[in-house]
Nanobody, 116 residues
Framework: QVQLVESGGGLVQPGGSLRLSCAAS????????MYWIRQAPGKGLEWVST??????????AYADSVKGRFTISRDNAKNTLYLQMNNLKSEDTAVYYC???????WGQGTQVTVSS
């Protein structure tokens, strides 16, 4: 009932682009902060980006490793979170998760593989 479902991952060459989506249901999506978090092979969780709710003015923040290449956005009318990823690097290879931190809610993840 209360869930996040990621999609849009896949295999892409270095320099390519992908757009990840996260469909939210079972809660008032527009009221919550949202994160993108990733886990590279053999490594721990890494925070990627945050977008605030309407009360927070929809402000965004990014990890230094993705700043200038990734863009987080949300469509509250569609209960959907997005991550536009441009100029992808091999170091971006990871499972990407969306997260609603104040609800302790995670999606199942979507695999992004950047390889030539």
């Amino acid at each position: 009932q209360v869930q996040l479902v990621e999609s849009g991952g896949g295999l892409v060459q270095p320099g390519g682009s992908l757009r990840l989506s996260c469909a939210a249901s079972g809660f008032t999506f527009s009221n919550d902060w949202m994160y993108w978090i990733r886990q590279a092979p053999g490594k721990g969780l890494e925070w990627v980006s945050t977008i605030l709710n309407v009360a927070g003015g929809g402000s965004t923040a990014y990890a230094d490793s993705v700043k200038g290449r990734f863009t987080i956005s949300r469509d509250n009318a569609k209960n959907t979170l997005y991550l536009q990823m441009n100029n992808l690097k091999s170091e971006d290879t990871a499972v990407y998760y969306c997260n609603a931190p104040h609800l302790s809610l995670w999606g199942q993840g979507t695999q992004v593989t950047v390889s030539s």
